[in-house]
């Protein structure tokens, strides 16, 4: 059965940092592009990065380019989104998901439970 | 950039009738790349449908998706109390950004 795990969500100043953790298992980590998604209180779905099953390629959402950073380590069946500089607006509940194939291009399935940020001073 | 546009925001039905959710893309979508999802209160989201018309893994055949170009569809032929959801459709493929959803259907009891 395929899992993800989310951790490292809390409350973060903005202008600080915060390090978000996905644990994967059940699937072979390495074969499969990996993506987060997030989603503010009360809010519609918004997809923040993507990454290549390599880590090679990575994507992001203008709302996030230049302050947050995807990566993964295959050795550890785990994604990582480092936040940098967040703002308020960036306030959500955090979802790591597993791509359909190495490739960007494909749908999530499936998605972990989801880790909460919240941004405030 | 495509824009996913979903219609109604809000369907108000009982359980056993016929649910037709449309979601329209302001540029045209390859087939392969558009979704569908199901969110419940409190959970994750979930994928029912991809490439426009194939079911996931353990999704019920009440559940059929359509459509190509700009005009996609998702129905539920006869409505059970677990599909009382909100539904979102994605395209993804497109560069830039590389996924886009829709800002969903909310499905509720009559």
């Known amino acids: 059965e395929v899992q993800l795990l989310e951790s490292g969500g809390g409350l973060v100043q903005p202008g600080g940092s915060l390090r978000l953790s996905c644990v994967t298992s059940?699937?072979?980590?390495?074969?499969?592009?990996m993506s987060w998604v997030r989603q503010a209180p009360g809010k519609g779905l918004e997809w923040v990065s993507t990454?290549?099953?390599?880590?090679?390629?990575?994507y992001y959402a203008d709302s996030v380019k230049g302050r947050f950073t995807i990566s993964r380590d295959n050795s550890k069946n785990t994604l990582y989104l480092q936040m940098n500089s967040p703002r308020a607006e960036d306030t959500a509940l955090y979802y790591c998901?597993?791509?359909?194939?190495?490739?960007?291009?494909?749908?999530?399935?499936?998605w972990g439970q989801g880790t909460l940020v919240t941004v405030s001073s | 950039e495509i824009v996913l546009t979903q219609s109604p925001g809000t369907l108000s039905l009982s359980p056993g009738e016929r649910a037709t959710l449309s979601c329209r893309a302001s540029q045209s979508v390859s087939s392969s790349y558009l979704g569908w999802y199901q969110q419940k209160p409190g959970q994750a989201p979930r994928l029912l449908i991809y490439g426009a018309s194939k079911r996931a893994t353990g999704t019920p055949d009440r559940f059929s998706g359509s459509g190509s170009g700009t005009d996609f569809t998702l129905t539920i032929s006869r409505l059970e109390p677990e599909d009382f959801a909100v539904y979102y459709c994605q395209q993804y493929g497109s560069s830039p950004p590389l996924f886009t959803f829709g800002p969903g259907t909310k499905v509720d009891i009559k």
């Open positions: 059940g699937f072979t980590f390495s074969n499969y592009a």
């Open positions: 990454l290549t099953g390599s880590g090679d390629n990575t």
């Open positions: 998901a597993k791509g359909g194939s190495f490739f960007p291009y494909s749908w999530f399935d499936p």
